[in-house]
């Protein structure tokens, strides 16, 4: 036992020469960096994307916008790779979003060759929306004559489920 008793760090020389690896000491010299561009609307549609200054930049690599990424939804909660489809989780997400359903959703990827290139990219890029009511609560989502969320989900309904309790 250790209680009590003075235990040597195996790792503190390292530590305090400086000669310790941390995660931020094995990215490679030439390595990329992306950062994301966030909605700053909670619920809406991106209408325009103007990027053309953004590119420009020294030391932009890319940027990729919801206009150009594939419209192919995929699973986020727990249970994506379910075989039986009543516990497989509902596609709802896309890599990139055009109609933005919460403030901060993925519209934009910048990459650049290095950190600060690729934030001034992100407030060069000009994006235009139309907004939709914003809705706080699952009641008022569900309302008669709210903005839908997903066009394939009536009344933003995404997903019915049941609860079993007892024997089967």
Known sequence: ???GKTVPRVDAYEKVTGR??????????????GKVLHSTVANGLVTKMDISHAEKLPGVV?????????????????????????HQDPADRKL????VRFYGDDIAVVVAEDEVAA?????????EYE???????PEEAMREGAPL???????????HTTIEDGDF
Request: aromatic share 6%; hydrophobic share 40%; with cysteine.
């Open 149 to 159: 969320l997903h066009e394939a989900c009536p009344h933003n309904i995404l997903k």
């Open 62 to 86: 890319q940027i990729i916008t919801c206009f150009q990424v594939p419209d192919i939804p995929f699973p986020t909660a727990g249970h994506p790779w379910s075989t039986d489809p009543v």
């Open 96 to 99: 990139l979003n055009r109609r």
């Open 20 to 33: 310790a690896k941390y995660t931020g000491d094995l990215v490679d010299r030439n390595a990329l960096i």
């Open 119 to 127: 934030s001034r990219a992100l407030q060069a890029i000009r994006v």
């Open 1 to 3: 036992m250790s209680i």
């Open 131 to 137: 907004t939709y009511p914003v809705l706080l609560s």
